[in-house]
């Protein structure tokens, strides 16, 4: 269940239906935005890692990627099954 954040629970209230895209978009990326979270869904993930990348690269990247997940999380509960 998403946490009982105010702002998320927006989207516990506004499940995607299949008819209302518009409506759930709009409601969604107010949320990822407000949570700064929104850059998950227009920015790649960087490519991956090597050995020689700088700690700064590693700190973007597991942010991206702990972001994204909370994302997925967020877009996958506001779905109706």
């Known amino acids: 269940k998403i946490s009982k954040n105010p702002l998320i629970m927006i989207m516990e209230t506004n499940k995607f239906t299949g008819t209302n895209y518009n409506d759930w978009l709009w409601n969604l990326r ?3 935005d407000f949570e700064n979270w ?3 869904l227009d920015k ?5 890692l090597s050995k020689g990348s700088l700690p700064e690269e590693r700190i973007t990247f597991e942010k991206w990627l702990e972001d994204n997940h909370k ?3 967020i877009i996958l509960a506001s779905m109706t099954k």
């Open 71 to 73: 994302v997925r999380g």
């Open 30 to 32: 107010n949320v990822l």
């Open 44 to 48: 790649p993930l960087l490519t991956a």
């Open 38 to 40: 929104g850059y998950v």
